[in-house]
Nanobody
Framework: QVHLVESGGGLVQAGGSLRLSCQASTTTGSIVRINQATWYRQAPGSQRELVASITGGGRKDYANDVQGRFTITQENHATTVNLQMNSLKSEDTAVYYC??????????????WGQGTQVTVSS
């Protein structure tokens, strides 16, 4: 069974920073690798929107309103994807979700969503 666990959300003042992590693992000990990952966010009453993405080749893309403030990285032998968020604004308040193209030695490549982590920026 695949687990995709997000962490790092919380309450921060405007101008502050948070680091979100999305870590993949399995209960069976299968080899796991994140081939591609995208962070989305959804604010109350709004549609889910793309924030940042990273490919296995290292290409990174960002939404215009986070460009220069957020950085997406991959580490831990491609089992973890992070989103470093600096200079946070109140409009960054949302639930952040990690979506991955995840390869396991047992099941091949499948798409998985994390459970979401709340980010609240106070002004």
């Amino acid at each position: 069974q695949v687990h995709l666990v997000e962490s790092g959300g919380g309450l921060v003042q405007a101008g502050g920073s948070l680091r979100l992590s999305c870590q993949a693992s399995t209960t069976t000990g299968s080899i796991v690798r994140i081939n591609q990952a995208t962070w989305y966010r959804q604010a109350p009453g709004s549609q889910r929107e793309l924030v940042a993405s990273i490919t296995g080749g290292g290409r990174k893309d960002y939404a215009n309103d986070v460009q220069g403030r957020f950085t997406i990285t991959q580490e831990n032998h491609a089992t973890t994807v992070n989103l470093q968020m600096n200079s946070l604004k109140s409009e960054d308040t949302a639930v952040y979700y990690c979506n991955t193209g995840l390869w396991t030695s047992m099941s091949g490549t499948r798409n998985y969503w994390g459970q979401g982590t709340q980010v609240t920026v106070s002004s």
